[in-house]
T-cell receptor, first 114, second 112 residues
Framework: DQQVKQNSPSLSVQEGRISILNCDYTNSMFDYFLWYKKYPAEGPTFLISISSIKDKNEDGRFTVFLNKSAKHLSLHIVPSQPGDSAVYFCAASPTNFGNEKLTFGTGTRLTIIP | EPEVTQTPSHQVTQMGQEVILRCVPISNHLYFYWYRQILGQKVEFLVSFYNNEISEKSEIFDDQFSVERPDGSNFTLKIRSTKLEDSAMYFC??????????FGQGTRLTVV
């Protein structure tokens, strides 16, 4: 039951270029979406989030786009830097308050090539 | 910057033994979670905890699992009789309310 899907297990991007990571979801109840970054042997680190009332949220080099009708979101990193090499997880929940659990995608391993 | 801390970082245990994984959530947070990641797979929800009781648990969280917040600061996950398939990274997370969840660095559990 993959409610959150990241169809690209890996992505390689040249340093300085744009990295685009994609995520699709199937559960219409999801209203809050997050991206987490994970280095080996560390826990997921929060990057950026978006609620369904918006279609874009920007934080420095990171921008998340949400297309609710397509049930699709994407994370743009520009410019990409070597330190961005990590596994990126898309996550979703019905709301952004209370004790709602997160449902994670399978992750995309991003490699930035110097 | 406040962080969620987990101990131990790595635990090796024999099948059938009990293990306790420990977490210290961020101090003003109200909601606590355990997730796990089997090698190469996605991060999966195990259980959420609020106001000293379980709010929600997944199918994975069967009778062999329990959680406790014994002293107002620690948050523990106990596996009563470990199985080989319990081998995974276990992540504790906490959140204040209208914020994102903050994750600990994880405990790698290896059942042999």
């Amino acid at each position: 039951d993959q409610q959150v899907k990241q169809n690209s297990p890996s992505l390689s991007v040249q340093e300085g270029r744009i990295s685009i990571l994609n995520c699709d979801y199937t559960n219409s109840m999801f209203d809050y979406f997050l991206w987490y970054k994970k280095y080996p042997a560390e826990g997921p680190t929060f990057l950026i989030s978006i609620s369904s009332i918006k279609d874009k949220n920007e934080d420095g080099r990171f921008t998340v786009f949400l297309n609710k009708s397509a049930k699709h979101l994407s994370l743009h990193i520009v410019p990409s830097q070597p330190g961005d090499s990590a596994v990126y997880f898309c996550a979703a929940s019905p709301t952004n308050f209370g004790n709602e659990k997160l449902t994670f995608g399978t992750g995309t391993r991003l490699t930035i090539i110097p | 910057e406040p962080e969620v801390t987990q101990t131990p970082s790595h635990q090796v245990t024999q099948m059938g033994q009990e293990v306790i994984l420990r977490c210290v959530p961020i101090s003003n947070h109200l909601y606590f979670y355990w997730y796990r990641q089997i090698l190469g797979q996605k991060v999966e929800f195990l259980v959420s905890f609020y106001n000293n009781e379980i709010s929600e648990k997944s199918e994975i969280f069967d009778d062999q699992f329990s959680v406790e917040r014994p002293d107002g600061s620690n948050f523990t996950l106990k596996i009563r009789s470990t199985k080989l398939e319990d081998s995974a990274m276990y992540f504790c997370a906490s959140r204040a309310g209208y914020t994102e969840a903050f994750f600990g660095q994880g405990t790698r559990l290896t059942v042999v």
